[in-house]
């Protein structure tokens, strides 16, 4: 599908949040209301996040005007992971353009686990979407520059703008997936054995871990999304990340693929996009509206944050932030039709 007909004026479809007050209130209420759920299970897969401390929970709401709203531990830091995927994605996005990424990684949700082997074979090679971790391999070896630093550096950077601040690497994150990333390395060997691979595979999936392993809190995720919900423009720092047209773009993505073969059930639950990751974090998008980042380690079965999950579907009601939720018309008398 193109987008060439430029000369033809966009109307977006946003609405607003509730009035401030009433958004700190509910927020609160959200953390209080699902602070003292136990269950789910830490990541251990991972060694280094196998250390977390399932109390931690954290509740972040920012506004595309900057207004921020939080409760509990939404300052304390952990690592990205795949939450990672869906900035990537916009970033290469704005460098190579969306017909070069539609074609070269696709945005079709693949139904199978993320590190699936039998989606790239069932597709001649072909990665179905950047949020899995094939796809998001490919999608990391998108990033321009004469060799891995730079590259490297375009990824960071484009993070951490993002974000509106620095993003730190976490190295003991870094070196802990780095030591049981077979399965990784071997999915990008395959992709390129399929001619798929713009750099060394191997290469791509040290970028990528690195990418998995910057550290952000709550907070950050809520202001990442709250870029993607304001066209593209940081909330806080008033800086252009992405242009608005790739912001729609990666939410299209996030709506259909962001949860993995959950996604389905998160849209039908929540309306809204989203992107989670082992560690915890979830990252949901209301365009036009604002951007809510939790953070909780336990996760449940399918490597959602339990609270997480609760905390979205709650605020989604109480703020609107479901896409598909809708109201008659006041003026609206007429009676159904049988």
């Given at each position: 599908m193109s987008h060439d007909a430029e000369d033809v004026e966009k109307i977006v479809s946003t609405g607003a949040l509730p009035g401030w007050h009433t958004v700190e209130h509910l927020v609160e209420t959200a953390h209080e209301t699902f602070a003292h759920v136990r269950d789910g299970e830490v990541a251990d897969y991972i060694p280094a996040l196998a250390e977390a401390d399932p109390d931690l929970f954290g509740v972040c709401v920012v506004e595309v005007d900057g207004s921020v709203h939080s409760a509990g531990d939404v300052e304390h830091r952990?690592?990205?992971?795949?939450?990672?995927?869906?900035?990537?994605?916009?970033?290469?996005?704005?460098?190579?353009?969306?017909?070069?990424?539609?074609?070269?990684?696709?945005?079709?949700?693949?139904?199978?686990?993320?590190?699936?082997?039998?989606?790239?074979?069932?597709?001649?090679?072909?990665?179905?979407?950047?949020?899995?971790?094939?796809?998001?391999?490919?999608?990391?070896?998108?990033?321009?520059?004469?060799?891995q630093d730079a590259r490297w550096g375009f990824v960071r950077d484009g993070?951490?703008?993002?974000?509106?601040?620095e993003l730190e690497l976490d190295e003991g994150v870094l070196a802990s997936e780095t030591e049981g990333n077979q399965r990784n390395q071997s999915l990008a060997l395959l992709l390129e054995s399929y001619g798929?691979?713009?750099?060394?595979?191997?290469?791509?999936?040290?970028?990528?871990?690195?990418?998995?392993?910057?550290?952000?809190?709550?907070?950050?995720?809520?202001?990442?999304?709250?870029t993607l919900a304001?066209?593209?423009?940081?909330?806080?720092?008033?800086?252009?990340?992405?242009?608005?047209?790739?912001?729609?773009?990666?939410?299209?993505?996030?709506?259909?693929?962001?949860?993995?073969?959950h996604s389905g059930e998160w849209l039908f639950e929540v309306g809204a996009p989203?992107?989670?990751?082992?560690?915890?974090?979830?990252?949901?998008?209301?365009?036009?509206?604002?951007?809510?980042?939790?953070?909780?380690?336990?996760?449940?079965?399918?490597?959602?944050?339990?609270r997480g999950r609760r905390v979205a579907a709650y605020l989604a009601d109480a703020l609107g932030l479901d896409l598909f939720a809708s109201a008659p018309p006041a003026t609206n008398t007429q009676t159904p039709v049988s």
């Open positions: 952990f690592s990205v992971q795949s939450i990672s995927k869906a900035f990537v994605f916009a970033l290469a996005c704005q460098e190579v353009g969306h017909e070069r990424v539609l074609e070269t990684i696709g945005v079709n949700n693949t139904g199978l686990s993320f590190s699936s082997v039998m989606a790239i074979e069932l597709n001649g090679g072909h990665p179905m979407n950047p949020m899995v971790n094939v796809g998001a391999i490919a999608t990391t070896a998108l990033a321009p520059g004469a060799d993070l951490s703008r993002f974000a509106g601040r798929r691979m713009p750099v060394d595979a191997l290469e791509a999936v040290d970028t990528y871990t690195r990418q998995c392993s910057l550290l952000v809190d709550a907070r950050d995720l809520a202001v990442m999304g709250a304001g066209g593209g423009v940081n909330p806080l720092t008033g800086a252009r990340v992405v242009d608005a047209q790739i912001a729609r773009d990666t939410l299209s993505v996030m709506a259909t693929a962001g949860m993995y073969e989203a992107k989670s990751g082992v560690s915890g974090g979830i990252v949901t998008i209301a365009p036009g509206k604002g951007g809510l980042g939790t953070f909780s380690p336990p996760l449940d079965s399918a490597g959602n944050s339990v």
